[in-house]
């Protein structure tokens, strides 16, 4: 598959000024995002008991600021993000060899690097700075070039440099992401079949390697506890049995803001990170569980049709690429909560508790956001080094 689209023989619209721009954010979209956002506030309210303190008030002044951000980088001239997208890359990846040097260790991983009082998680920019690359790299590739192995062999190398640091950390769950978002990238800009079918027959070939030598041993226990909870129901299987134990209480209704039983008793770990959902479906059963999807659904159909609207290579990929990283982040944290997919510590979107992670993804909504507000504007091959 390829996004790209034939050649329009109109001229680029004439440039907006800033007034332009702001008139052509989609505030719809702006106050789905902030919707989302807010119930994610509520959640970490009810996490703490009741109180705003200690993470409900440091996650709404993130969300604001975040949301400032989100549209500051919306009116941002999207050349701009095309001229700066390897320099944006190339610090979140140095930022990784820093933290793999001198990163701060925390649950037994070196993730967090920790600058004048602040903790920033290089790997959660990375998500967004490899789409902007690879967009980038892309953008003004030819269908004939995507069938030469060689031109991608420096994307294939822009994808494995960082998420094989961030294995080393560890962290499976964002190497994951990385990886996926990648693929995702090369098979939007139009790679052959073959290639995905040969680096297929690789991941398998690799398994074993990487299960005796990569993953380490609570991760390999994550693994055999998803074929089997039950097995170790009070070890590593707890944190899988108590979330099943929460989702099914909160039955279709749920038992009520502040009212879940597993999550206030303290049975259900993480409760204000990766196992969120799981005390929103609790308090608001069935019926909470699939507004927030709805609500979810609703963010990746405007992505998409953004995407398809976009006259330029680079948005279309940026745009498409976001929205699939969005779509497979927010999929594996709640299909992990259902004991569908292992365990990988996987943050729910703009609902978890995390400053870098709700950052970086109202960065790359602004993203999102810029390409639709420039989906007229076209991108020739030499647009980068032209001046904004």
């Known amino acids: 598959m390829s996004l790209q689209l034939s050649s329009h023989r109109s001229s680029n619209p004439p440039e907006m000024t800033l007034r332009q721009r702001i008139w052509q954010i989609n505030w719809t979209f702006t106050l789905l995002i902030a919707l989302v956002g807010s119930i994610g506030v509520g959640m970490l309210y009810s996490a703490a008991g009741g109180n705003i303190d200690p993470w409900a008030d440091r996650q709404l002044a993130r969300l604001s600021f975040g949301l400032i951000i989100m549209l500051t980088v919306a009116v941002t001239d999207i050349r701009v993000w095309l001229r700066y997208a390897y320099v944006l890359y190339g610090i979140a990846l140095f930022l990784l060899i820093v933290v793999e040097i001198a990163g701060d260790i925390g649950m037994g991983a070196r993730r967090w690097l920790v600058v004048g009082g602040l903790s920033i998680q290089p790997s959660e920019m990375m ?12 953008y003004s590739s030819r269908l004939e070039d995507m069938g030469r192995i060689t031109h991608l062999l420096v994307p294939g190398v822009m994808i494995l440099a960082p998420a094989l640091l961030v294995l080393r950390q ?9 990886l996926v978002s990648g693929v995702t990238m090369l098979f939007l800009a139009g790679a052959r079949a073959w290639m995905f079918i040969v680096g297929a ?11 005796r030598y990569v993953l380490h041993d609570y991760q390999k226990a994550r693994l055999v506890t998803f074929m089997n909870p039950e097995h170790d129901p009070l070890g590593t299987g707890y944190h899988i049995m108590q979330s099943k134990i929460a989702l099914g209480s909160g039955g279709i209704f749920g038992k009520g803001f502040l009212e879940g ?43 998409f049709i953004i995407a398809l609207r976009c006259r330029n290579q680079f948005g279309r990929l940026l745009a498409m690429g976001f929205v699939m990283s969005f779509f497979f982040m927010a999929f594996v944290n ?19 508790y995390g400053g870098t992670s709700m950052l970086t993804l109202l960065f790359g909504f602004g993203l999102l956001m810029c390409v639709y507000v420039h989906r007229d504007v076209r991108l020739g091959p030499g647009a980068a080094d032209a001046n904004p």
Not at 334 to 352: E, F, K, N, R
């Open 261 to 303: 039983s597993q999550s206030h008793l303290s049975f259900l770990p993480e409760k204000h990170t990766d196992f969120i959902f799981t005390m929103l479906a609790e308090e608001f059963g069935l019926v909470g569980g699939l507004i927030l999807l709805g609500v979810y659904l609703l963010i990746l159909l405007f992505g």
């Open 201 to 211: 027959l690789g991941v398998i070939v690799a398994v074993v390697p990487i299960w």
């Open 334 to 352: 709640i299909a992990m909560v259902m004991g569908v997919v292992p365990v990988v510590g996987m943050p729910l979107p703009l609902i978890s």
């Open 127 to 138: 998500k967004i700075t490899i789409l902007l690359a690879l967009a980038r790299y892309f």
């Open 170 to 178: 560890p962290d499976l769950g964002t190497a994951t992401i990385l």
